[in-house]
């Protein structure tokens, strides 16, 4: 069945906790499609038509991403794997990413916390899939590549959780390989699952180094989910377009990358039936890292093992 969610404030959140009600209760196979707003929470459909500003129904003291959901998945259960396939992600027209200004660690190594914040506003073409900006006067062009950066499962701890930080049961991952074609992976802690998603980027390089990628709505997103009761998972992983990703969070980025690549290599084990000492030294020849991003106080790391890497 496929479930149109209408973009409204009665739809919207901006946290997790296992204890929100569902907006809606769907069933493995289900297609959700929605748009979604912008990071400051207001949506314009084409140039010229004013922002409408949405709200979060939870009424969170600090708003974080504006998030569509929660919904049930019918039959998901604590050790069970939801699949969320990514169809379709079509950016708006619009969209802005900042940088300098704020006391963010990487500004402060940069020297330009104390800059004034710079806000780039960017035209979008869905069409050519580029994007267009203005800085000191030249105008800069980008190749748009659109994902969500926040695709996640409420986690199992009690209580209210930000949606800054990626979790264990997804989250703003912020990877810019989960673009349409890609299947998410996300490890069941709570009945019903409770999938949330948004935080629209229409382009973002690894690491998100400023803070922000061009952070745009959605005038369409198309995701399937597929419960998977049998399948075991400690961490997210995805297949893309660009092959099989692990993820690892944390503060340290040592440790990121080590619950990143450790989960490849249990991977690599699983397919080719190899030791954990062969299978990382087929990952050290066949596998990338890659810094997801570094700005969402616990940092990501990624590994990807390229489709036909290993033969």
Known sequence: MNHKIELKSENLHSSFNKEYKPILTIQSGDTIETRTPDIQWGYSSHKGEERVIYHSRENEERLGHPLIGPFAIEGAKPGMVLEVRINQN???????????????????????????????NWTLDAELMTGTGTL???????????????????????????????????????????????????????????????????????????????????????????LHEEMELAMPKAKTPAGWVTFGFDEDLNEAAATALDEMVGLIQQFHSLSKTEATALASVAVDLHVTQIVNGVKGVHAILPHGAIR
Not at 99 to 119: F, H, V, Y
Not at 164 to 170: A, C, K, L, M
């Open 136 to 226: 000191s006067g030249k105008e800069f062009s980008v190749a748009l590549s659109p994902f969500l950066g926040l695709i996640g499962l409420a986690p199992g701890e009690a209580g209210t959780h930000r949606t800054s930080p990626p979790y264990r049961t997804g989250g703003n991952i912020d990877c810019k390989e989960l673009v349409a074609g890609s299947s998410l992976f996300l490890p069941v802690e709570v009945e019903g699952a409770l999938l949330s998603f948004g935080d629209g980027h229409a382009v973002q390089g690894d690491g998100e180094n400023s803070g922000t990628a061009i952070e745009c709505p959605m005038d369409l997103v198309n995701l399937t989910v597929v």
């Open 90 to 120: 079509v950016p708006g027209w619009y969209g802005r990413n900042w940088a300098g200004g704020t006391p963010a660690w990487q500004n402060e190594k940069l020297g330009i916390a104390d800059s004034e914040r710079l806000q780039v």
